[in-house]
């Protein structure tokens, strides 16, 4: 597999685990308030996540060991006030700390193991508290790498997505359709890079309530390519969900029969 190839396969994954970071929200808006960023209810003081990821059969996640871990916390406002991840080994590997500006932007200062600063995050927003801008820059000079611009309906939900390479080119598109709830239902996603221009369809699809969430991934000529399912089980009092279960199936010459699943257990402390 060249270079070339095996990004994408990465990225794929990538992607792949990013829709499961989206369908968790059901309302799926890219608001002001972090909480909602995270699906979150209730005066939210602290997350601890506890993740395992790879082919695994084992669906409870005490009988596992060396999981990743993270931590972030959120001040009375729901803003995000810092977050730390772990790896497998209990080594800290990343620290964000985040900066609120006037103008409602944010940023995000993100530091490696060692403390050094290794990238910062941009988040713009509208007057309606709704991401606009997502700026990321990177590396020893944070030289800007990406710009992702994102569009609103009326209900504050997200439309479209285009990301650029740079702030120059454009490398990724994607639009949004929902239901009368609001819920995000049908995608359609594009990738423009180098020896690969690649389109595709997504249908979500919810349970009532919603904990459980299936996302199938078509090429345009219909043909499945990948599948994900999302579902969120020991709701606490406050209708946070405190396990995670993602499963992750991909079929075909570029995913090459991709199959991960993520195990998460998360603690959560409030106010």
Known sequence: MDCIALKYLMKKIVLLIA???????????????????????????????????????????????????????????????????????????????????????????????????????VFKYNEKGNKTEFDTYYGPELKLVSKVIYKHDANGNKIEEDTYDAGRFLTEKAVFRYNEKNQKVEGYQGWFLPNVNKKERLLFKYDDPVNQITSDIYDLSGKLTGENSTTLSNIDDQGNWQMKLVELKGYGPSQENILFKNITKRSIKYY
Do not use: W
């Open 19 to 121: 829709l499961d970071c989206f369908v968790q929200i059901a309302s799926a808006q890219t608001s002001e308030n972090c909480l909602n960023d995270f699906g979150l209810k209730g005066n939210v003081k602290e997350i601890t996540d506890f993740t395992y990821r790879g082919s695994i059969n084992e669906t409870n996640p005490d009988n596992l060991k060396h999981p990743e871990k993270s931590i972030i916390k959120f001040d009375k406002d729901g803003n995000e006030l810092e977050e730390s991840v772990f790896d497998m080994y209990g080594k800290i590997s990343s620290k964000s700390l985040f900066i609120y500006k006037e103008d409602k932007s944010v940023v995000k200062n993100q530091y490696d193991g060692n403390g050094m600063l290794q990238g910062r995050y």
